[in-house]
């Protein structure tokens, strides 16, 4: 069975930084594309970043030059780097992992962010 299960939210004062982890376990993430995803009160859940089987990356304009998605394919983890933390990025983050139709299938259950001006 699939579970994935982030840790390392908080609370950080704008300029910060803060790094997001992803275990997963019964998956191999080595093996497909992986994501991150925030969801900020009120609003729908927004793509952060992606990184593919293959190793390349893409980031929403939002989030460009301050995030870094990442993986430890030893660990079975998957990072997310968020430097120069702005108080509109203040929300629940999700991990996702794609299923063999290369559809993000899978979700944890989010760790918190909240950003303090």
């Known amino acids: 069975q699939v579970q994935l299960v982030e840790s390392g939210g908080g609370s950080v004062q704008a300029g910060g930084s803060l790094r997001l982890a992803c275990a997963a376990s019964?998956?191999?993430?080595?093996?497909?594309?992986m994501g991150w995803f925030r969801q900020a009160p009120g609003k729908e859940r927004e793509w952060v970043a992606t990184?593919?089987?293959?190793?390349?990356?893409s980031y929403a304009e939002s989030v460009k030059g301050r995030f870094t998605i990442s993986q430890d394919n030893s660990k079975n983890t998957l990072y997310l780097q968020m430097n120069s933390l702005k108080p509109e990025d203040t929300a629940m983050y999700y991990c996702?992992?794609?299923?063999?139709?290369?559809?993000?299938?899978?979700w944890g259950p989010g760790t918190q962010v909240t950003v303090s001006s």
């Open positions: 019964g998956y191999t993430i080595r093996l497909y594309c």
């Open positions: 996702a992992g794609c299923n063999e139709r290369r559809i993000f299938g899978y």
């Open positions: 990184i593919a089987s293959r190793g390349s990356t």
